[in-house]
T-cell receptor, first 114, second 113 residues
Framework: QKEVEQDPGPLSVPEGAIVSLNCTYSNSAFQYFMWYRQYSRKGPELLMYTYSSGNKEDGRFTAQVDKSSKYISLFIRDSQPSDSATYLCAMSGLDAGNNRKLIWGLGTSLAVNP | DGGITQSPKYLFRKEGQNVTLSCEQNLNHDAMYWYRQDPGQGLRLIYYSQIVNDFQKGDIAEGYSVSREKKESFPLTVTSAQKNPTAFYLC????????????FGDGTRLSIL
């Protein structure tokens, strides 16, 4: 079982829809949770960052962490064609050598159609 | 503006040749990272460095080498020992804190001639 599971999609929605992107994880020691957005042929950019459980809102984006279920979500309201990208979840944890590292999901490809 | 600069954007390698990818940051970050991204495989860590003159192997270090002589620079060499080097290479940097919030450059796409 991978430490982080993320459905690769692709996900296709009409403009204006609410989008829900999700990741599950197995390591209960993760404390920091991030969402990155990656446009084609570009590097990932940090979109949302949360610590421990709870919600965080930034404009049209809401990040949600449920540590009891080991489940994180990113919601996009009023989705726009410019939101079309790959969304990657990442979590901060310790590897087998007790070194801190980011554990990445595979990314979900999202297309928002005008 | 602060950021991470990767060069070149596209690179072609001949068989048996070593090539070096450049990564420079002016964010005053202590830690720097190299990832490889292949379709369907996500981001895989090649090497990382938490401090100048020190670096550690990541999950797929074989066939790669790095140096960290300056805080701002973390070049990656893809050696001839790397038999499948065609990929998108991403450099990142971060402060040395528990969150590991990494900031990325725009990548170098390496192809084999």
């Amino acid at each position: 079982q991978k430490e982080v599971e993320q459905d690769p999609g692709p996900l296709s929605v009409p403009e204006g829809a609410i989008v829900s992107l999700n990741c599950t994880y197995s390591n209960s020691a993760f404390q920091y949770f991030m969402w990155y957005r990656q446009y084609s042929r570009k590097g990932p950019e940090l979109l949302m960052y949360t610590y421990s459980s709870g919600n965080k809102e930034d404009g049209r984006f809401t990040a949600q962490v449920d540590k009891s279920s080991k489940y994180i979500s990113l919601f996009i309201r009023d989705s726009q064609p410019s939101d079309s990208a790959t969304y990657l979840c990442a979590m901060s944890g310790l590897d087998a050598g007790n070194n801190r590292k980011l554990i990445w999901g595979l990314g979900t490809s999202l297309a928002v159609n005008p | 503006d602060g950021g991470i600069t990767q060069s070149p954007k596209y690179l072609f390698r001949k068989e048996g040749q070593n090539v070096t990818l450049s990564c420079e940051q002016n964010l005053n970050h202590d830690a720097m990272y190299w990832y490889r991204q292949d379709p369907g495989q996500g981001l895989r860590l090649i090497y990382y460095s938490q401090i100048v003159n020190d670096f550690q192997k990541g999950d797929i270090a074989e066939g790669y080498s790095v140096s960290r002589e300056k805080k701002e620079s973390f070049p990656l060499t893809v050696t001839s020992a790397q038999k499948n080097p065609t990929a998108f290479y991403l450099c990142a940097s971060s402060f040395r804190d528990k969150s590991d919030r990494q900031h990325f450059g725009d990548g170098t796409r390496l192809s084999i001639l």
